[in-house]
């Protein structure tokens, strides 16, 4: 389910979590076209799944789709495909409980999430998709993990055995839009609208996407 909006007004106020470009009300304008399937927020702080995004906003999707409703994050967890050799590509690097894991790059990549994410409902790997793909899968009423840059800021390159990876990435569920915003529920700061410039930015260094249709 999801709600269009015909907004009238503007209101603005920043996001909680006082990530700069990052608002907790919705930033609205007359005839902005705002859709939101208001997904659940899950908290990967709460079991200090330090680094459990991704598994979080998978959760959170299928959640949003009436799926997996009476599973926590922490028995999600618990199913999540482990990489026998770091490799992300192929499973979750490392522990998602440890911080700073300096042998492993601690995240599951697009195509082995998707592979995970199958068992519960139909999930697609969608990188390389555009922005304005990203909306359209929205609209269709299908929430989208996202792979973007942690606070919307600057990447930090580091080369591993499979590849080059990005040190400080995040993943989020996209999970609504309107004329200048997307809307997130970002498993460890809440669910929050944020500037398309910043959103995008953020999403287009890795293009890296994850539909739960």
């Not at 598994?55 to 495909?81: C, Q, R, V, W």
């Not at 410039?197 to 890296?208: D, M, S, T």
């Amino acid at each position: 389910m999801f709600a269009i909006f015909a907004a009238s007004q503007t209101i603005i106020s920043e996001s909680s979590d006082s990530i700069p470009g990052t608002y907790a009300t919705r930033p609205s304008e007359q005839n902005a076209g705002a859709i939101e399937l208001d997904a659940p927020f899950i908290s990967q702080k709460a079991i200090q799944a330090w680094n459990g995004c991704e598994a979080a906003s998978l959760l959170e999707g299928l959640h949003e789709k009436g799926i997996l409703l009476n599973t926590d994050l922490k028995t999600f967890l618990t199913e999540m495909p482990i990489s026998a050799d770091n490799n992300p590509n192929d499973g979750y690097a490392g522990s998602p409980y440890i911080k700073n894991q300096t042998n492993a790059f601690q995240s599951i990549f697009p195509a082995a999430l998707a592979k995970w994410g199958n068992r519960y409902h139909q999930v697609k790997d969608i990188s390389g998709a555009t922005p304005d793909q990203l909306k359209q899968q929205v609209k269709a009423g299908n929430p989208v993990v996202t792979y973007i840059v942690s606070h919307y800021g600057t990447p930090q390159y580091q080369k591993y055995s499979w590849g080059t990876g990005i040190n400080n990435s995040h993943v989020v569920l996209l999970d609504g839009y309107e004329r200048g915003y997307y809307h997130v529920a970002d498993p460890n700061h809440g669910k929050y609208w944020v500037k398309a410039a910043l959103f995008e930015k953020a999403y287009n260094y890795q293009k890296n996407a994850v539909a739960i249709q």
